[in-house]
């Protein structure tokens, strides 16, 4: 559902051919374009997720707080998984949109913000994980 736009990718390719086309084959026919676009989405997802899960999992320890003040009342409330939801959904459809709509061929800069996003949440996911462990 999240990718949507690739299925239109994929499709073209799979058209031309599914039966003398191999897996690999097709996705090598698919635009670097599109490339970039899944590698930045995934990145958001990715660290989204492991912010999640790796923040879910240290709170259940005795000796882990958060110190996000906004966390802290997000978690309270609840609405900590919606929100994280909507960032992502949010941090996919803009840039898709924006480059789906845009009259320019080199807005590439636009896929660099679910990129950033990404690693952010990455760094945290990292963090969270080494004071698990410690």
């Known amino acids: 559902m999240i990718y949507l736009g690739f299925i239109i990718d994929v499709t073209k390719v799979l058209k031309n051919g599914f039966r003398s ?3 690999m084959e097709s ?9 970039r676009e899944l590698f930045s989405y995934s990145i958001l997802t990715l660290g ?3 912010d999640y899960v790796s923040t879910h ?17 997000l978690v309270a409330m609840r609405m900590w998984l919606p929100v994280n939801l909507v ?8 840039p ?9 061929e080199n807005n590439r800069f636009v896929l ?14 990292v963090w969270n994980c080494s004071l698990i462990l410690m």
Do not use: D
């Open 27 to 35: 996705a090598i026919q698919m635009s670097t374009k599109t490339w």
């Open 96 to 104: 898709f949109l924006i480059i789906r709509l845009s009259a320019e």
């Open 112 to 125: 660099s913000f679910p990129i950033v996003h990404g690693v952010i949440r990455l760094s945290a996911c």
């Open 48 to 50: 989204t997720l492991g």
């Open 57 to 73: 999992v240290g709170l259940s320890f005795e000796n882990l707080y958060e110190i996000n003040p906004l966390t802290i009342q």
């Open 21 to 23: 086309l191999s897996f």
């Open 87 to 94: 960032l992502v959904m949010l941090g996919i459809a803009i």
